[in-house]
């Protein structure tokens, strides 16, 4: 199991934005028009008691590493010297929640969290529908669990404040999460004339560390409002119906020797790269070597490792019509390598499926012909008896 542990600490008086310009926190104001029905009382409740709890940043490359998420933990941290605060880094850069709904059962779970923050409005483009069936999944698995997290969504964006509320934000409201919007705060600075964005971030998403600082604001304002209600715990309430579907609610990675392969597949090592997704991957470069897999699932996909080296795969559900994927691309040319779960079917009728995945000849671009297989994705609204 993978993951990721950081704790450091930072000074929250100012912000040194501008060269020669220090910026105070401006209030940040949150949408009057929303009451959520969800707070974070049971979460200081056992702070202030000095019970250890757990922090959690999920999301994409925004919220990994030391940023805005861990910056709040570290606050928390420093407000409650006696208590012990541990932050767990359950992010993962270039990756929406249909890549990550499927490992939370590896990755997020087991660290029982009692906080969590939710960021996904821009990694949720891509596989739009897909994505909001995701990220329903993934708070429902948080909720229905024994040690249920009180649970914040967080809205960021590009450097024009491009981002993707339609279906986030309707979600976060349906169970009435607790939400800040921290790219709001900050274009008030920015209109302000107080911050450029050059100055903040990196690139056109991705904030330094004065930019994380600054979308921490929102959130540690939050935080310091929650804390009040330590004293009278609200009642946790029941948790709603799904917003999307039930179906990913009990998504699952399912290790790959689960499958059927023959002597043209051997077991390898996980690179780097694919051992944060997986724990066993299976690799061929032979032309026509063939993977099945049978699961009682209405979703069915793989977790396929993308490099320079890599062949094109064909694929199948259920006997039918194959379809061609190309794995490597112009991004692996460059020497890119990273892991990519492919969902070939979804909403298929309830019952036993069969995947099956065939080796194709490589892109003429591509150094080899490799087709590297770490699991498999599956999900069913309803599981199998046990």
Known sequence: MMYRVAIAWACWATLVTMPGVVVAAEEYKSDPGYKP???????????????????????????????????SAEWLQKQYPNTHIH????????????????????????????????EYTVNSYAKHDINFKALDGMV???LRQWQKPDIVFVYVGNDKGERDLSKVQPLARHYGFQEVDPRKHLQTLIDAGKVRWQDIARDRIHPNEKGHAIYAEPLIQLLKQQAALADRPTPVPPVPPPYASEEWAHAALVPVVAAHYGN???????????ERFWDEMIESDQVGATVTFTANSTTIGAYLLIANDCGNIAWSIDGGKETELMLANWGTVQGGMWASNSIFASDLPAGEHTLKITVKPKWEKSTGNFVRIGGFCVANPKPAAK
């Open 264 to 274: 043209q597949w051997k077991a390898v090592k996980p690179s780097p790269w694919g």
């Open 37 to 71: 029905t969800r707070d974070l009382s049971q979460f200081f409740a056992k702070v202030k008691a000095g019970r250890s709890v757990t922090v959690m940043g999920i999301g994409g490359s925004v919220t990994e590493g030391h940023s805005w998420a861990a910056m």
């Open 87 to 118: 932050y767990v880094d359950g992010a993962f850069g270039g990756t929406g929640p249909d890549a990550v709904v499927f490992r939370f059962r590896r990755d997020i779970l087991p660290h029982h969290p009692d906080l969590v923050f939710i």
């Open 140 to 142: 429902l698995q948080l």
